[in-house]
């Protein structure tokens, strides 16, 4: 007897290959190989711009958090290619080539000294050891950034296909399976982290940046080689051929061309097509929803002898798709503030830790290896909340995914507020300890060890486990199935945007406080108060998630059997 999906329709032994968590494995090994690389370098590469490009502080820091923000919002782009043109595995396979080329460009400019800068004595950049260095010129920067966005470019189409490759290996209505599937794609990106904090930061720290930058190099063609190879085993998912962003545009110009005409009331029929996909799979047709009413007028039924073009007439579903953008758009406006208060663990905290004593058990711990205190916490809090945490509160909640994604996404942002209040603390007691040991004016390592920090690193770590995940299935369950990588694009956005505003509330605050944050000197700066004010605006914008997160309502699907995976479940 051939196997059954999950609606319980039989299907061909070909297909039943393909898909599930067989197929899931290459991702995760990707998700791995690939974070490796992105997290060791989102940690040291401040280093690396104050002490190879001679840049300060502040310089180091902002271009860090461009860096990072630019890779996270050019996932728009990966997700409209996907969506539109090519499959989520052409999609990897493409940008993870372009991040291939970006770090042997800037393997090239470690190595060669006519690439960057001269050093200054000591090697430890004019910001560490406070004398004056040469700075790069136009050649060197522009080689420099073109390296650099490079590796951006690349980022972004991996963390924007990948997940939603992923995702596509799994029916729609197995709600179970994909929350599954999601959990577990954390546990390989918190494996790939442990490895990228431990290994990779002491080959940066100890065997140079050449060396790392290569080593990041060859792993990520290890990554490309084996998400190819799983190719006989994914669904595969066509592109639509139209931009998710086109169909977006076309509701509202149709609304518009459309406003003379009555609202259609909640009785009123309205426009839907019987269109087929070509993979095969089945179409996803949208329930209409009484949000956002005025765009219900695209779907207006023309009666007409000439053809109607999908300007002035688009289906509901096409309708509905656009108003889950827009349900969306709150959602991620309430998020951003905790992605910038995570900036702060891989900029200033990196740089706390410089000033502090790396001795722990004979070993000496680079600072850039701090921040796999939190994943080492995930790694084993993982397994507890797929095993435990998720059947226990299923039993409570008759949610299949224990809670709701928006409530996993609310207890993350509390925990974020709480991470920067405790940041505030320990650099309070980090400055007590310099002003003790009259130690502000020196660049030697306070006598205080480096993991007065593992503190604010766990529960950041946990606010993670519980805000990066809940986002990721949130916006790739609530999407359309035409807009799941614009829908797992716009989850990275909320990350790109935080680390944007990073950039911007630092000079904001340094120059509206007097200079918390102008010394160059984290020892006679005031970055515990910098930290204090993040927790408060945290503490606000966990309030206004509140007031977002009420508001959203869930989509429903037309023909869904299932009553348990049913959002109306989750609501009440």
């Given at each position: 007897?051939?196997?059954?999906?999950?609606?319980g329709?039989?299907?061909?032994?070909?297909?039943?290959?393909?898909?599930?968590?067989?197929?899931?494995?290459?991702?995760?090994?990707?998700?791995?190989?690939?974070?490796?690389?992105?997290?060791?370098?989102?940690?040291?590469?401040?280093?690396?711009?104050?002490?190879?490009?001679?840049?300060?502080?502040?310089?180091?820091?902002?271009?860090?958090?461009?860096?990072?923000?630019?890779?996270?919002?050019?996932?728009?782009?990966?997700?409209?290619?996907?969506?539109?043109?090519?499959?989520?595995?052409?999609?990897?396979?493409?940008?993870?080539?372009?991040?291939?080329?970006?770090?042997?460009?800037?393997?090239?400019?470690?190595?060669?000294?006519?690439?960057?800068p001269?050093?200054?004595?000591?090697?430890?950049?004019?910001?560490?050891?406070?004398?004056?260095?040469?700075?790069?010129?136009?050649?060197?920067?522009?080689?420099?950034?073109?390296?650099?966005?490079?590796?951006?470019?690349?980022?972004?189409?991996?963390?924007?296909?990948?997940?939603?490759?992923?995702?596509?290996?799994?029916?729609?209505?197995?709600?179970?399976?994909?929350?599954?599937?999601?959990n577990?794609?954390?546990?390989?990106?918190?494996?790939?982290?442990i490895?990228?904090?431990?290994?990779?930061?002491?080959?940066?720290?100890?065997?140079?940046?050449?060396?790392?930058?290569?080593?990041?190099?060859?792993?990520?063609?290890?990554?490309?080689?084996?998400?190819?190879?799983?190719?006989?085993?994914?669904?595969?998912?066509v592109?639509?051929g139209?931009?998710?962003?086109?169909?977006?545009?076309?509701?509202?110009?149709?609304?518009?061309?459309?406003?003379?005409?009555?609202?259609?009331?909640?009785?009123?029929?309205?426009?839907?097509?019987?269109?087929?996909?070509?993979?095969?799979?089945?179409?996803?047709?949208?329930k209409?929803?009484?949000?956002?009413?005025?765009?219900?007028?695209?779907?207006?039924?023309?009666?007409t002898?000439?053809?109607?073009?999908?300007?002035?007439?688009?289906?509901?579903?096409?309708?509905?798709?656009?108003?889950?953008?827009?349900?969306?758009?709150?959602?991620?406006?309430s998020?951003?503030?905790?992605?910038?208060?995570?900036?702060?663990?891989?900029?200033?905290?990196?740089?706390?830790?410089?000033?502090?004593?790396?001795?722990?058990?004979?070993?000496?711990?680079?600072?850039?290896?701090?921040?796999?205190?939190?994943?080492?916490?995930?790694l084993?809090?993982?397994?507890?909340?797929?095993?435990?945490?998720?059947?226990?509160?299923?039993?409570?909640?008759?949610?299949?995914?224990?809670?709701?994604?928006?409530?996993?996404?609310?207890?993350?942002?509390?925990?974020?507020?709480?991470?920067?209040?405790?940041?505030?603390?320990?650099?309070?007691?980090?400055?007590?300890?310099?002003?003790?040991?009259?130690?502000?004016?020196?660049?030697?390592?306070?006598?205080?060890?480096?993991?007065?920090?593992?503190?604010?690193?766990?529960?950041?770590?946990?606010?993670?486990?519980?805000t990066?995940?809940?986002?990721?299935?949130?916006?790739?369950?609530?999407?359309?199935?035409?807009?799941?990588?614009?829908?797992?694009?716009?989850?990275?956005?909320?990350?790109?945007?935080?680390?944007?505003?990073?950039?911007?509330?630092?000079?904001?605050?340094?120059?509206?406080?007097?200079?918390?944050l102008?010394?160059?000197?984290?020892?006679?700066?005031?970055?515990?108060?910098?930290?204090?004010?993040?927790?408060?605006?945290?503490?606000?914008?966990?309030?206004?998630?509140?007031?977002?997160?009420?508001?959203?309502?869930?989509?429903?699907?037309?023909?869904?059997?299932?009553?348990?995976?049913?959002?109306?479940?989750?609501?009440?």
């Amino acid at each position: 007897m051939a196997p059954l999906n999950v609606a319980g329709i039989p299907q061909s032994k070909k297909k039943a290959r393909r898909g599930g968590f067989k197929a899931a494995f290459f991702v995760y090994a990707m998700e791995a190989l690939d974070f490796m690389v992105s997290i060791s370098n989102n940690v040291s590469l401040v280093n690396y711009f104050r002490g190879y490009m001679n840049f300060g502080l502040r310089k180091s820091a902002n271009t860090l958090t461009n860096f990072v923000g630019t890779a996270h919002l050019l996932t728009l782009i990966g997700g409209v290619i996907s969506d539109t043109y090519l499959t989520r595995l052409k999609t990897c396979i493409l940008f993870g080539s372009i991040q291939i080329l970006g770090y042997i460009a800037m393997t090239m400019q470690a190595h060669f000294d006519v690439l960057r800068p001269e050093r200054c004595q000591g090697g430890g950049g004019g910001a560490v050891s406070g004398e004056r260095c040469e700075t790069a010129d136009g050649g060197q920067l522009a080689f420099f950034y073109v390296a650099l966005y490079l590796v951006a470019l690349g980022q972004s189409g991996i963390k924007v296909g990948l997940p939603a490759l992923g995702g596509d290996q799994f029916e729609e209505r197995d709600v179970k399976a994909r929350s599954a599937y999601f959990n577990w794609f954390l546990f390989s990106l918190t494996i790939g982290a442990i490895f990228g904090l431990t290994v990779l930061v002491w080959i940066n720290t100890n065997l140079g940046w050449t060396w790392a930058f290569g080593v990041c190099a060859g792993s990520l063609i290890v990554s490309v080689a084996v998400i190819s190879a799983g190719r006989p085993f994914f669904r595969k998912v066509v592109p639509q051929g139209r931009s998710p962003l086109i169909r977006v545009l076309q509701v509202f110009v149709a609304a518009v061309r459309n406003w003379r005409l009555p609202l259609p009331s909640p009785n009123d029929k309205l426009y839907e097509s019987d269109y087929v996909r070509e993979d095969g799979m089945e179409t996803e047709i949208l329930k209409r929803t009484d949000q956002l009413r005025f765009l219900d007028r695209a779907a207006i039924i023309k009666i007409t002898d000439k053809r109607v073009s999908e300007w002035e007439m688009c289906t509901i579903t096409q309708v509905e798709e656009t108003k889950i953008l827009l349900r969306m758009l709150p959602i991620i406006l309430s998020t951003i503030f905790m992605n910038t208060c995570s900036a702060q663990f891989q900029t200033f905290s990196v740089q706390q830790g410089l000033t502090m004593d790396p001795n722990l058990l004979g070993f000496k711990v680079p600072a850039a290896s701090i921040p796999v205190i939190p994943f080492i916490f995930t790694l084993a809090f993982v397994p507890f909340y797929g095993f435990v945490f998720v059947p226990a509160a299923r039993k409570i909640t008759g949610i299949p995914t224990g809670i709701t994604l928006l409530q996993r996404i609310g207890v993350g942002l509390v925990l974020s507020t709480i991470s920067m209040a405790v940041a505030g603390v320990v650099e309070t007691h980090r400055k007590n300890v310099a002003v003790e040991h009259n130690m502000l004016d020196s660049w030697a390592p306070l006598p205080l060890s480096l993991f007065w920090l593992a503190l604010q690193y766990l529960i950041l770590g946990s606010a993670d486990t519980f805000t990066l995940m809940g986002l990721m299935e949130f916006f790739y369950a609530e999407s359309s199935s035409g807009m799941k990588s614009l829908g797992t694009a716009i989850s990275w956005c909320s990350t790109g945007f935080g680390f944007f505003l990073s950039s911007v509330l630092v000079e904001v605050v340094n120059k509206a406080s007097g200079g918390w944050l102008a010394s160059n000197n984290l020892n006679r700066d005031k970055l515990n108060y910098f930290y204090w004010l993040l927790s408060g605006l945290s503490a606000f914008n966990f309030v206004f998630y509140l007031i977002c997160a009420s508001w959203y309502k869930y989509k429903e699907v037309v023909g869904e059997p299932d009553p348990e995976n049913s959002h109306e479940l989750v609501e009440r």
